[in-house]
């Protein structure tokens, strides 16, 4: 089982969430780091994996509308892949 924890008080850029992800699953070298490749790659995702979204709020504030593109891609891979869990703490 993998664990990520996004905690919107420590992430200030996107490239800070795609190091986050790519550094903790071991994601392949050409992963795009972007949205579309992160999404790919998650409801793809063969392992248990448990994603901690923690103070949410600061986290659209830094990101804007990418912050909540995010969100909204989590909360899609965690319906659409049974071996994710989002946690929104």
Known sequence: MAEVVLDGLELETPEDIHDLFAGTLALPEYYGRNLDA??????????????????????EDRLGPRGRALIRLLRQVAAENPLVTLFEE
Do not use: P, Y
Request: hydrophobic residues 45%.
């Open 38 to 59: 992160l999404f790919d790659c998650l409801t793809d995702c063969q392992n248990v994996l448990v994603i901690r979204l923690r103070h949410q709020g600061a986290l």
